[in-house]
């Protein structure tokens, strides 16, 4: 898929809107693309949802957890890039994505996959189409908030700049998360399970997959 390339304020809404509306359309070639599922073992139908700020890992943690519970991995970064040429996580760009994203998760969902969704999610009313779909699909909903030390996750955006690290998808440096960051967090009503990167994230991604799985 070529990504497009936005000339204005204007061309980005036409964008948009042009996703949003034909986002279903567009899933079959985005799942070929980026992969989606390759070895992933269709079960029960479950959605772990996981939120946190740009740079504190959060893909990193969605791979490891995707693979110990059997998973496909669905990140919006992944999409954002297939999507956008220069990301500017304004709301309309975010909607268009997130609208994508929520088609394949249906999709995933529809032939019994657990998935792992990939993204900020900070705010309720970007996680609420999803939570809808998993809902609709009788699917349990699990939220994993992915935490990091304020300044490893500032020495992680600063090296993106010069040597992004395989498997980076994002394009959010350290003005998108301290913008973020301003804005106050949305948690889920009924409570998170919270996944600490660092060192010892091995231990974490084995604790969180276990309560998921308990919870099952």
Same mark, same amino acid.
């Given at each position: 898929?070529?990504?497009?390339?936005?000339?204005?304020?204007?061309?980005?809404?036409?964008?948009?809107?042009?996703?949003?509306?034909?986002?279903?359309?567009?899933?079959?070639?985005?799942?070929?693309?980026?992969?989606?599922?390759?070895?992933?073992?269709?079960?029960?139908?479950?959605?772990?949802?996981?939120?946190?700020?740009?740079?504190?890992?959060?893909?990193?943690c969605a791979r490891l957890l995707a693979a110990r519970l059997g998973a496909a991995h669905v990140a919006t970064d992944h999409l954002r890039n297939r999507l956008f040429i220069a990301a500017t996580y304004a709301d309309e760009e975010n909607e268009a994505v997130f609208g994508i994203a929520e088609a394949l998760v249906d999709q995933l969902l529809a032939e019994?996959?657990?998935?792992?969704?990939?993204?900020? +999610?900070?705010? =309720?009313?970007?996680?609420?189409?999803?939570?809808?779909? %998993? /809902? $609709?699909?009788?699917? @349990?909903? *699990?939220?994993?908030?992915?935490?990091?030390?304020?300044?490893?996750?500032?020495?992680?955006?600063?090296?993106?700049?010069?040597?992004?690290?395989?498997?980076? +998808?994002?394009? =959010?440096?350290?003005?998108?998360?301290?913008?973020?960051? %301003? /804005? $106050?967090?949305?948690? @889920?009503? *009924?409570?998170?399970?919270?996944?600490?990167?660092?060192?010892?994230?091995?231990?974490?991604?084995?604790?969180?997959?276990?309560?998921?799985?308990?919870?099952?």
């Amino acid at each position: 898929m070529t990504r497009q390339i936005r000339s204005s304020d204007t061309a980005t809404r036409v964008q948009t809107r042009a996703l949003a509306a034909h986002r279903r359309a567009l899933v079959a070639q985005l799942r070929e693309e980026i992969g989606v599922p390759r070895v992933v073992r269709a079960g029960r139908a479950m959605l772990v949802m996981l939120m946190g700020y740009p740079g504190v890992g959060k893909s990193h943690c969605a791979r490891l957890l995707a693979a110990r519970l059997g998973a496909a991995h669905v990140a919006t970064d992944h999409l954002r890039n297939r999507l956008f040429i220069a990301a500017t996580y304004a709301d309309e760009e975010n909607e268009a994505v997130f609208g994508i994203a929520e088609a394949l998760v249906d999709q995933l969902l529809a032939e019994g996959h657990a998935v792992v969704l990939d993204a900020t +999610h900070l705010l =309720a009313r970007y996680r609420s189409p999803a939570e809808k779909v %998993a /809902r $609709a699909r009788g699917a @349990p909903i *699990h939220h994993v908030l992915v935490s990091a030390d304020d300044a490893e996750t500032r020495a992680r955006l600063k090296r993106r700049m010069t040597e992004r690290e395989a498997g980076d +998808h994002s394009d =959010a440096d350290l003005g998108v998360y301290d913008r973020m960051r %301003a /804005r $106050a967090f949305e948690p @889920p009503a *009924h409570g998170y399970l919270e996944i600490r990167n660092g060192d010892a994230v091995g231990p974490e991604i084995e604790r969180v997959a276990s309560l998921i799985a308990d919870a099952e």
